[in-house]
């Protein structure tokens, strides 16, 4: 399989529904890298929902956590699911032998809803109708599904307070132990503590989460071995070097504090140990800001104090809006690297902070690359008009399959058409028999033509159902396709359609393509266009 060149999309509105939908086309190669001439590997390149012109940025900002730092889901999630289960039963009285369960990383998936309430996992298609349902790890069946969520009358927004979306992969460990706190809880309903409802056991989880993000248990052991955590790529210090050689500003906006990200950062920019960790890595960004709180730093009226970090101590000093204020003694609010150049390290603060620290004088000329749906791209879009890309790792994989399959989608979209050509000669044949006037015996054929073409269709239908889950269950033997729902984008693929203005598996992509490129959409099609589609 070659999969260094680029797929035809049938519809620039949504990519993800239409990649295979236009297999005779030939593929084309893209030529849009910096050495020019050369072959991108279809899993590496970005992926447009809306234009952006590379020239009319001045400024590229990335998050650090599962963005510039892919952490390792079968060794980090790990840690942080073992670290949840020590605070539940230490901390929060559950029983001694939550100790014993083990955590499955695969299970979990991007893009679900978790029902507090009633303890379900669903997963909806763009429209939020339930596709698949599971009461903790327990199909539901057609009825049940249907009963709950199916109302046309009153249609659920599914938004907290009663629902959590599982739209960060920090979020599937804690995912997947609400859902064997549900199988627990419906088996064994003395055990839990004070008779938890499953509300109550989704906000423990969370409690016991943020206990273990506060104790510093997880980031200690990141700190003390990178490498088993977090995944080695090579590619990220010359997509930096490339974005600043083109004349860019380059910034850091994360969460975690200082002494963290020093850390992981210069994991990814070239020290592997504790001993050799330095300050090198800072040649790469203009601005670097830490423990920023987001999405809450993306909020114009935030009104967050803006510290200086300085680096060697971690010692938080006062600045006027990012201007250094005066210290006693000779300390020194900024650090200088290699000579000349000063860079700039923070806490806290607003995005008006960065805005003036890098001269912004319009959002829209700021391109900002996160994992986060709500914490990074949402917020920095919808109230900023930041232009964004979202990291999405998992798309690696769908691709290759969504490839490897083209054939067995093909046959799908036959065998569907196949039940749609059948149902409605079933309903000509059976509108005849109620208005026409027939005879006998013309009766009696249309009649038989109907029992025969019904069981044609019955046929057609349990092959092409069976069909579908088998291809389903290539994705994800549960879940399915990441960007789907049958046919159907999921829930997670219109998000990312909304408000993702460019979507690739991972952000060292960015090198792979000119800094100057014009990123197009392909032309959106309406269903009735889509048939007949210019050659």
């Known amino acids: 399989m070659d999969r260094s060149v680029g797929t035809v999309f049938g519809d620039s509105s949504s990519h993800i529904q239409h990649v295979d939908c236009i297999d005779d086309v030939q593929k084309t190669c893209i030529w849009s890298s910096p050495e020019g001439g050369q072959k991108i590997d279809i899993r590496k390149q970005i992926f447009c929902n809306r234009s952006l012109n590379m020239k009319n940025i001045i400024a590229v900002g990335f998050d650090m956590d599962y963005t510039l730092a892919q952490y390792k889901p079968e060794t980090f999630e790990s840690l942080a699911y073992e670290g949840t289960i020590r605070k539940l039963v230490y901390d929060l009285g559950y029983p001694q032998e939550l100790l014993e369960w083990s955590f499955d990383w695969k299970y979990m998936v991007r893009g679900l809803v978790l029902d507090k ?87 423990d989880v969370r409690a016991a989460v943020d206990l273990c993000h506060r104790d510093g248990t997880l980031k200690r052991m990141v700190a003390k071995d990178p490498k088993k955590y977090i995944n080695d790529d090579t590619c990220i210090v010359p997509m930096l070097k490339l974005l600043r050689d083109s004349g860019r500003s380059t910034f850091l906006v994360t969460n975690s504090l200082w002494d963290y990200t020093n850390v992981v950062m210069n994991f990814l920019c070239g020290s592997r140990t504790l001993v050799d960790c330095n300050f090198d890595w800072l040649q790469y960004f203009d601005v670097v800001i830490t423990g920023s709180a987001k999405p809450s730093f993306f909020h114009e009226d935030n009104r967050a104090n803006l510290f200086e970090v300085e680096p060697e101590s971690g010692m938080l000093l006062n600045t006027d809006n990012g201007t250094p204020m005066p210290q006693v003694g000779n300390m020194s609010p900024t650090l200088s690297l290699k000579g000349n150049k000063t860079f700039r390290v923070f806490q806290g603060g607003s995005v008006g902070h960065l805005h003036k620290l890098l001269s912004i004088e319009s959002s829209s000329q700021v391109l900002y690359v996160g994992d986060h749906i709500y914490g990074d791209i949402l917020r920095s879009k919808k109230v900023l008009g930041w232009r964004t890309m979202l990291v999405v790792p998992e798309l690696e994989r769908e691709l290759e399959l969504l490839w490897e399959l083209r054939d067995t989608r093909k046959q799908l979209r036959l065998l569907r058409n196949e039940r749609d050509l059948i149902e409605d000669q079933i309903h000509h044949l059976k509108w005849s028999l109620k208005f026409d006037t027939l005879n006998i015996d013309e009766n009696q054929k249309i009649s038989s033509a109907i029992v025969n073409l019904e069981s044609q269709r019955d046929q057609v239908r349990i092959t092409h159902q069976q069909a579908q889950r088998d291809c389903h269950r290539k994705f994800h033997n549960v879940w399915g396709q990441l960007m789907k729902t049958g046919y159907q984008n999921s829930r997670f693929a219109h998000q990312v359609e909304r408000f993702a203005c460019l979507y690739t598996s991972q952000v060292s992509n960015l090198g792979f393509y000119s800094p100057d490129k014009y990123y197009r959409p392909n032309e959106d099609f309406m269903p009735h266009e889509f048939h007949i589609l210019p050659l």
């Open 117 to 203: 309430k009633r303890g379900n996992i669903l997963k909806m298609d763009r429209h939020k109708y339930v596709k698949v349902a599971y009461h903790g790890f327990r199909e539901m069946s057609k009825e049940n599904k249907v009963g709950t969520y199916g109302s046309t009358l009153i249609r659920d927004s599914f938004d907290e307070p009663d629902y959590a979306l599982i739209d960060t992969l920090f979020s599937l460990a804690e995912a997947y132990l609400f859902a064997q706190l549900v199988d627990f809880k419906d088996k064994n309903p003395g055990k839990v503590p004070r008779d938890a409802d499953y509300a109550h056991m989704y906000k």
